[in-house]
């Protein structure tokens, strides 16, 4: 009969520790569902949720870009699931210019149920993909050419509407 190694056994059955995703090893920060879902902070050994009190898009802008999505978080999330584990971090208040998480404002007591993670939806465009569209906005009007009604270049244009 194989015995499993005792550490094995203890990650298995200790409460509030569940494995993370496996795109989440390596990253202090990453996404329950790679780009979406649950913000998760590696701190003391497992990644850990972050409660959802104050949470809101300036929070989650620096979540996705710390996880790697350079153009930050499309919409921040409240209400997710933290399927048992114990928060992280709560009442979180980023100003915007963090490259950490961490160095947010929070708190490290939390009073939130399982039902208070944060999370996000982050723009997961490439660089290749944020080339291309530059490329396109450059070259979709031509130049000197007048897209005005009355086809004078820097005009500008009044609409008038009759109310009878």
């Known amino acids: 009969m194989a015995l499993f190694p005792v550490w094995v056994v203890l990650l298995v ?3 509030g520790v569940l494995p993370a995703p496996a795109h989440c ?3 202090q920060v990453c996404l329950s569902q790679e780009d ?4 998760l902070v590696f701190y ?5 949720p972050v ?5 809101d898009q300036v929070d989650a802008d620096v979540a996705c870009r710390q996880a790697g999505f350079m153009r930050g978080a499309l919409t921040a999330t409240t209400g997710n699931d933290a399927r048992g584990l114990t928060y992280i971090m709560d009442e979180v208040g980023c100003t915007g210019g963090e490259k950490d998480l961490l160095r947010c404002a929070h708190q490290q007591r939390h009073d939130c149920g399982t039902q208070e993670a944060a999370g996000a939806v982050c723009d997961s465009t490439t660089r290749e993909e944020e080339a291309e569209e530059e490329y396109k906005k450059q070259t979709c009007f031509a130049i000197g050419v007048s897209y005005s009604p009355s086809n004078r270049i820097g005009e500008e244009v009044t609409l008038a509407t009759s109310v009878g």
């Open 13 to 15: 059955f200790l409460p």
């Open 44 to 48: 003391g050994g497992a990644h850990q």
């Open 25 to 27: 090893q390596g990253r």
């Open 36 to 39: 979406r879902g649950v913000v």
């Open 51 to 55: 409660c959802d009190d104050s949470w």
